[in-house]
């Protein structure tokens, strides 16, 4: 079992950055594969980065190559996504979710745990 908790969210101007981290609780950590999600009003969840297990390779959406960035650290048992580059259109509520595999994985329902989300606006 693994608990999630996000933080690093806040309000940036368009073209700005900011830093997410999810730090985890659970002995296991390091063989989880870790994503990112994100979330508007009014639409669904949607993936934004993946991570597999080791770290050893990384997935994006195709609306956030190029600016984002996710790590992970399993010493720290921690993984972070660095957001360059922002647009308006990536407000959202952002969570980290985490699932016991070796593979990667987008959709929302592979994934087992979740954490409560950390809120992003980019103003214009």
């Known amino acids: 079992q693994v608990q999630l908790v996000e933080s690093g969210g806040g309000l940036v101007q368009a073209g700005g950055s900011l830093r997410l981290s999810c730090a985890a609780s659970?002995?296991?950590?390091?063989?989880?594969?870790m994503g990112w999600f994100r979330q508007a009003p009014g639409k669904e969840r949607e993936f934004v980065a993946a991570?597999?297990?080791?770290?050893?390779?990384?997935y994006y959406a195709d609306s956030v190559k190029g600016r984002f960035t996710i790590s992970r650290d399993n010493a720290k048992s921690t993984v972070s996504q660095q957001m360059n580059s922002l647009k308006p259109e990536d407000t959202a509520v952002y969570y980290c979710a985490a699932r016991r595999g070796s593979s990667w994985y987008r959709e929302w329902n592979d994934y087992d745990y979740w954490g409560q989300g950390t809120q992003v606006t980019v103003s214009s």
């Open positions: 659970g002995r296991t950590f390091s063989r989880y594969a």
């Open positions: 991570i597999t297990w080791n770290g050893g390779s990384t």
